[in-house]
């Protein structure tokens, strides 16, 4: 069993925030693998599923981004779970939008949902990074998080949570590089090579040797 696990905040005032980004793509997984409805169980929201053959218990914490680990390791420790069984899905400032990166392990980078999950689990379990993008100085890094995507933003959002929610049973069966390739080439498709020019046409005389009469020996 895993537990597919999106971070963010409750509430519809949170809900387009960049720093919800982690629930935005647990929605999209559960809708378009058919979950269960969501319900309310272990302080969060939670709903059934299976991706790839494994059963997955998919969850948004209720607790606010900085107590995300409460609701995460209440149900760890009622299923008996090992955190490389969690999957995490959060933003991150340091990656540029629309980039993702996968890793069992690490560190915070400074995130307050990652910090409490360490504190509640340990840090072996799976960190699914979201690019949103840096605001450049770090006093502004709280108002960048916390405020809603642009509009000019939705495009590429939208790309990547669906890229994510399609090719997820991959990293659901443990293969993160086939998980993370797939990712990469939904949302930057790789140029269409140019078509070849076509070969010269071949004139008479190449094709017919040459026709000129043989010369009469003496």
């Given at each position: 069993m ?12 949170h809900?387009?925030n ?5 629930f935005?793509a647990?929605?999209?997984?559960v809708?378009?693998?058919s ?13 059934e599923?299976?991706?790839g ?9 209720q607790?606010?981004?900085?107590e995300?680990g ?10 008996k779970?090992e ?20 890793k069992?392990?690490?560190g915070?980078?400074?995130h ?8 509640h689990?340990?840090?072996?379990f799976?960190?699914v ?14 108002s ?18 669906d ?15 086939r ?25 008479d005389?190449e ?8 010369e009469?020996?003496?």
């Amino acid at each position: 069993m895993l537990l597919l696990v999106g971070l963010g905040n409750p509430g519809p005032r949170h809900a387009q925030n960049r720093h919800n980004i982690g629930f935005m793509a647990v929605d999209e997984i559960v809708r378009r693998h058919s979950f269960a409805p969501w319900r309310k169980r272990f302080q969060a929201e939670v709903a059934e599923g299976r991706l790839g053959g494994e059963k997955a218990l998919a969850m948004k914490p209720q607790t606010y981004m900085n107590e995300s680990g409460r609701a995460v390791g209440e149900a760890l420790r009622f299923f008996k779970l090992e955190p490389e069984q969690v999957i995490v899905l959060y933003d991150e400032i340091d990656l540029a939008p629309n980039k993702l990166r996968v890793k069992c392990g690490g560190g915070t980078g400074g995130h307050n949902g990652i910090r409490s999950i360490e504190a509640h689990i340990g840090k072996e379990f799976w960190r699914v990074r979201l690019g949103v993008g840096h605001p450049g100085q770090k006093d502004l890094v709280h108002s960048h998080v916390l405020n809603d995507f642009a509009k000019a933003d939705q495009p590429w959002v939208e790309r990547l949570l669906d890229a994510v929610a399609v090719e997820i049973p991959s990293l659901a069966q443990g293969d993160a590089p086939r998980f993370m390739s797939r990712v990469a080439e939904t949302i930057n498709p790789p140029r269409p090579k140019p078509p070849r020019p076509p070969k010269p046409e071949k004139t008479d005389q190449e094709t017919k040797g040459d026709a000129s009469p043989p010369e009469e020996s003496t």
